[in-house]
């Protein structure tokens, strides 16, 4: 009997093996084409805490580029909830994805799976499905999960959260809260996708949420005649109404476009079959598993969502597109800024209006931040003048602002408390840069005015001096208005007076215009000293050539031929030369005095000349003059004494004129100047003397010849000299004496006279000496003695 069972239960498996493996072969298939077999997308790093993504994965869809667009469908729930087998079970598998028998988490990170069905209608369609790693694994953080959570859910086009036997509230606050943190990390995603400008189409609705299917595993409850979406409904009803919060609150059914619910049966009621899964054959399988399995998928693969053509729904991405919005994502959710998980509600909202805060001056300091960048002041990119500074203000402002309406959208308890706060803050932040700005905008004025100093100092030095005042200011004038209008064409537009804001534009302007007056008052004080060193030099120069042409003569000139050559040269030097040489000075003030301290100096000159000219004519006078008088006594000496008087002066005057004419005819060119009439003068006085000389001479001649007689007088007079008082008397006498005796030797009364007075004069000198000057002193004592005796008797008497 029990051989028998046996037998026939043996038999019955063999004939249902045959019936039900060849339709699930069959199945297999026709259902769909894999376009990859399942693979991991991404990852975990060691810590269990950032998501790496597998780059052969993202190859394989980069490859699907020429496919259709695809549908995503992801899975997500508590860990060994099924998730791997039900996606097995929507393409008729059991074994693609790996499903685990152990108690340990089989699924890590998010693996994916492509392939190409055919619905009920026959429309081909491109799947891609999601498998992820289950919530609440141990050694798993909360975020880590999240993360797992809000990538798989913005990526699907259709979402499946799976469960195990019911839907209590905890599960329901738990996938509100998921998609609450899902909704914040979609913003900060969208940011950063504007942020990097990404142009891939479909990454515009990273907002956009995909439809829901809440799949209930093992559920064998009784819900009577609701359907399992509109007992889900109800569920939420009464959850939001438990919460008692503000019914503004967005709970999961405003965040996910639409909710279906679905249940499934125990699959098999055999543990070991349950337990291994992955190796069930269909008839392993419980019919009403399978019934409701099948209603789960025709409301999938049958639904609008994956044949979409509704905006509200996510539309489809080509495998490129998954693939840069996965990297987004990914890169988001490993920044520290993912939302974290709160405590109690009300410190969520807290944290959430906090961090929104934080966001929003993060992102208003992001979008000022172009002002603070050190390089944003250069001249090809100078500061912000204040209309640009209040535009991009203006734009980060409201950008902030709106960001922050974004960030705390539905949270309307977190959203208006904090409102005032931004403002506050924004406020705050505003004064910040404008303040740096206008350090920027000094900066940027004063090195644009060093610059233009620079420039004028380099220009200044280019300008070659001495240069006349005319052109110099010409140049001057033209290069002050280059400067400062330069200097205005690069800074103009920070000329404004807003705000009581410092006008670092007209600082800088005044600075400069005072500058460049300074610079330029040197110059010209410089120039002004050039022009004056030329003058100086130039009358150095003309003096020395007047001398050295004025030192080619041969002096003695006449004074006519002097100044001739004085009027040539100066002609030459002061008027051509000098005037030549000093053009760039003739309109200055100072050039008269300059001019005149030249002629001065030539005229100087000229009378320097002139006396050693007259110097040389005195040497050539005195020369011929001595000549003159030489001549004269030779002629003189020629003559024998003695003659007669008349003739010897009339010879004599014959050989002055003679010589006095030889003086005038050698020195006829020199008639007009001083030395020649002194020395003609001195030259007449001499051979006056000479012919008196001369006469003399023929005088003593005489005397030699009345010596005798003159003798015996001269011996008279000696021995009767005491006779004599007076000197004059004594002379009379031998005046007398002499003449008695040489009367008749010496007819001629005047030659006598001189005869005789010679002999007194000459012969009876010396006794007439020591006689009259005894005498006379004696005389002198006689009447002092006489005086002292009169003097001393009136004082006695007295
Ligand atoms: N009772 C029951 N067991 C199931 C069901 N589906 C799968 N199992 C079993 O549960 C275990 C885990 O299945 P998986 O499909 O790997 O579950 P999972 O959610 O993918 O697990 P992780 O990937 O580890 O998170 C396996 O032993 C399966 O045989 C089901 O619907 N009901
Ligand atoms: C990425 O996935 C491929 C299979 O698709 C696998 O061979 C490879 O080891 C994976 N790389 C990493 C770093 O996990
Ligand atoms: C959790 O981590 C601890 C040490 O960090 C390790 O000993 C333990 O095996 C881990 N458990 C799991 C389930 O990974
Ligand atoms: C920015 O300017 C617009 C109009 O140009 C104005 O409506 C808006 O209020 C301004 N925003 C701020 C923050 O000043
Ligand atoms: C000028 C003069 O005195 N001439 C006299 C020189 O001497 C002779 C006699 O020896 C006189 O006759 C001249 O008159
Ligand atoms: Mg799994």
Redesign the pocket.
């Known amino acids: 009997m029990k051989l028998k069972n046996i037998f026939l239960l043996f038999f019955l498996y063999i004939l249902i093996s045959i019936i039900s493996s060849q339709p699930q072969q069959q199945q297999k298939q026709q259902n769909f084409k894999e376009l990859f077999k399942p693979v991991q997308l991404i990852y975990p790093d060691s810590n269990h805490d950032r998501l790496i993504i597998n780059e052969s994965s993202i190859n394989l869809l980069n490859s699907l580029l020429n496919e259709d667009r695809l549908s995503v469908l992801g899975v997500v729930?508590?860990?060994?909830?099924?998730?791997?087998?039900?996606l097995?079970q929507l393409l008729g598998t059991t074994d693609s994805?790996?499903?685990?028998?152990?108690v340990?988490?089989?699924?890590i990170g998010i693996w994916m799976w492509a392939c190409r069905i055919n619905d009920e209608r026959g429309k081909q369609h491109n799947l891609l499905l999601l498998?992820t790693?289950?919530f609440y694994?141990s050694n798993v953080s909360e975020t880590y999960d999240a993360k797992i959570f809000a990538i798989t859910t913005l990526l699907s086009s259709h979402l499946i959260y799976?469960s195990?036997k019911i839907i209590d509230q905890s599960a329901l606050e738990y996938l509100e809260l998921l998609s609450r943190r899902t909704q914040l990390f979609a913003l900060k995603s969208q940011i950063k996708s504007n942020e990097i400008n990404q142009e891939i189409i479909g990454l515009n609705n990273i907002l956009n949420f995909p439809s829901l299917t809440w799949v209930v595993?093992?559920f064998f409850q009784d819900i009577g005649d609701e359907t399992p979406t509109q007992w889900l409904n109800n569920l939420l009803k009464a959850h939001s109404r438990d919460k008692d919060i503000d019914n503004s609150l967005t709970s999961i059914t405003k965040i996910f476009p639409s909710i279906e619910c679905h249940t499934?049966f125990?699959?098999?009621g055999d543990r070991n079959i349950?337990?291994?899964?992955?190796k069930a054959k269909l008839n392993d399988l419980n019919p009403i598993?399978i019934k409701e399995l099948n209603q789960l998928k025709s409301s999938l693969f049958n639904d609008n969502d994956i044949d979409n053509n509704n905006n509200n729904i996510k539309s489809k991405l080509t495998g490129p597109s998954i693939s840069t919005l996965l990297r987004l994502l990914v890169e988001v959710a490993n920044g520290n800024k993912f939302p974290t998980v709160p405590s109690i509600w009300s410190g969520f909202i807290k944290q959430q209006q906090q961090s929104a805060l934080e966001d929003s001056i993060i992102a208003y300091k992001d979008k000022m931040s172009t002002i603070t960048i050190e390089e944003s002041y250069s001249i090809s990119k100078p500061p912000l003048c204040f209309k640009e500074f209040e535009k991009l203000e203006n734009q980060s402002n409201d950008y902030a602002t709106n960001l922050y309406k974004q960030l705390l959208f539905g949270l309307e308890e977190a959203y208006k408390p904090g409102q005032q706060k931004l403002h506050k803050l924004l406020k705050e932040n505003y004064q910040y840069f404008l303040k740096e700005n206008n350090f920027k905008i000094q900066n940027y004025c004063q090195r644009i005015f060093n610059e233009e100093i620079d420039s004028l100092q380099s220009r200044l030095d280019s300008i070659i001096i001495p240069i006349s005042s005319k052109h110099f200011n010409h140049q001057i004038s033209i290069l002050k208005n280059e400067i400062i209008s330069q200097y205005k064409e690069l800074t103009k537009q920070y000329d404004h007076n807003e705000n009581n804001q410092n006008n670092y534009y007209q600082v800088y302007l005044k600075t400069l215009e005072k500058d460049i007056e300074r610079l330029i008052d040197g110059k010209q004080l410089q120039n002004k000293n050039k022009i004056e060193i030329l003058l100086t030099k130039s009358i150095d120069m003309i003096s020395e050539r007047y001398k050295s042409s004025m030192n080619q003569l041969e002096l003695p000139v006449t004074l006519e031929q002097l100044s001739s050559e004085d009027k040539k040269y100066y002609d030459q030097l002061l008027n051509v030369k000098f005037k030549q040489i000093t053009e760039v000075a003739h309109d200055e003030s100072y050039y008269q005095p300059f001019e005149s301290m030249a002629e001065k100096k030539l005229h100087q000159l000229f009378q320097y000349f002139q006396e050693i000219n007259e110097e040389k004519i005195m040497e050539k006078s005195k020369f011929e003059s001595e000549q003159s008088i030489l001549d004269f006594k030779k002629s003189v000496s020629q003559i024998i004494l003695p003659v007669e008087e008349e003739m010897l002066v009339k010879s004599m005057n014959e050989f002055k004129i003679r010589s006095i004419n030889s003086y005038k005819n050698r020195l006829e060119p020199f008639k007009y100047s001083k030395s020649y009439t002194t020395q003609l003068n001195r030259l007449e006085s001499s051979l006056e003397r000479q012919i008196e000389l001369k006469l003399n001479e023929n005088v003593t001649q005489m005397k030699w010849i009345v010596m005798e007689s003159l003798d015996t007088v001269r011996v008279m007079m000696i021995s009767r000299t005491p006779i004599f008082w007076f000197q004059h008397s004594y002379e009379n006498e031998a005046y007398r004496e002499a003449e008695k005796r040489i009367i008749d030797k010496i007819k001629s009364k005047p030659l006598r006279d001189k005869v005789i007075k010679q002999f007194i004069n000459n012969d009876l000198k010396e006794q007439l000496d020591s006689l009259f000057k005894l005498s006379t002193i004696l005389l002198t004592l006689g009447i002092i003695l006489l005086f002292s005796i009169l003097i001393s008797y009136t004082i006695i008497k007295k």
Request: charged fraction near 15%.
């Open positions: 729930g508590t860990f060994h909830s099924g998730k791997s087998f039900l097995n994805f790996t499903v685990g028998p152990t340990h988490p089989q699924t498998d790693e289950g694994s799976n195990v595993q093992d499934l125990l699959p098999s349950l337990r291994h899964l992955d598993y």
